[in-house]
Each structure stands twice: as C-alpha cells, then as structure tokens.
C-alpha cells in the first residue's frame, strides 16, 4: 500500500498513508494526490491547495506550503499501526478551527508529528558564491580558515537575514541580506 485516497464514506474523505513506511514529505502526498486526480477522479473536491515555491531573488524561493483542504472534508487518516510519523514540511489545514489528522480506521494509536519549515530557502551555492565575490581573496580566506576551524556552524535564518553563527560563542561570522543585498562582514569578538 502507498498513500491512497478514500472516498467512500464521503463527505468525510479520507487521505491514508502506508503504516509501513513512517517518514513522509508533505510534497510527496500532495504529488501522489495529483496522480490520483489525473487518475480519473477529478469529480472529489481538491484535497489540497498550494502557495510558494516561487523565486524571489538570486538563489532564492518562497517556501512551499501545502493546505489540506480540511474546510471540503478531507483528513490525514492516521495510518492502522502504533508506530511514529514524520510529515515533514509546510502541511496544514486550510481551516485551522478544523481537525487535519483523523484517527486510525482500526484499535491502534499512532503517533503524527507534522514539522513545519516556514523559512524561505536559501540556495548556499549561490550564498557561499556571493561570499567569495564579495570579499577580497585575503578576507575570504580568513573567512573560510574560520569556518574550519568550527565543529559545527548554525545558519539563523530570518525573514531579511542569513547569519552564520560561531557555534561556541555565537559570535556573528557572516551575514547575508537574503533579500538580494550584499553580504556584510561583521566584527569578530577577539580578533
């Protein structure tokens, strides 16, 4: 079994997933729900309506948000098992006052989680790109030697800057106007 539509006790519809497999993209139901429709069953209300994806600058997109159309009766039908689930990205009901997530057809109790990821995308390519053209070869080098020398960076996304974060201090090492600005250096507590 892969995702399947169940019209049958219409006008509940319901969307049910594979108990067998427990991670899902929320662009892989909204695609397998296309499928079905191309399939010979346009006459259904549309399970979902889409925003995003589109590009807003050099390297950007919008994110992609996939709005189950709970408002016309279709649900996520939790999958007949009593393991975990991962839809993962952007899927919501398009009523918020209105359930997205329905229960198991049989006596099991699974557990859904939904991971929302509202920031817009930055392409790094283009990001780490733009770094290099922006600085001369001595500060990209210094730049570049620094990140190096971190374990682990944390990229803090917001929605007008890209920031890259000294892991240990959370000192500032590189910030990026993501809406199509320049990059700016920015000073490096101790250095």
Known sequence: MSITFDTSA????????????????????????????LGGNAQWPPAFRTVGGDVTG????????????NDLGWTIRKPDSNAEFLIDGNLIG?????????????SFTPTVR?????????????????????????????IVSRLLKLA????????????????????????????GGTITPVSLSGE
């Open 10 to 37: 219409a006008p509940a519809l319901y969307i049910d997933l594979d108990p067998a497999k427990t991670s899902y993209p929320a662009r892989e139901i909204y695609s397998r729900w296309k499928d079905w429709v």
């Open 58 to 69: 050099e390297g950007e997109v919008a994110p992609r948000f996939f709005f189950i159309r």
């Open 94 to 106: 398009q009523d918020t006052a209105l359930t997205t997530l329905s229960e198991p057809s049989g």
């Open 114 to 142: 939904l991971r929302l990821t509202q920031v817009s995308g930055i392409n790094t390519s283009a990001f780490w790109q733009a770094v290099i053209a922006d600085f001369d070869q001595g500060t990209a080098g210094y």
């Open 152 to 179: 682990e960076a944390d990229e803090d996304l917001t929605a007008s800057k890209a920031r890259l974060l000294d892991k240990d201090t959370g000192d500032v090492l590189l910030e990026k106007d993501v809406s």
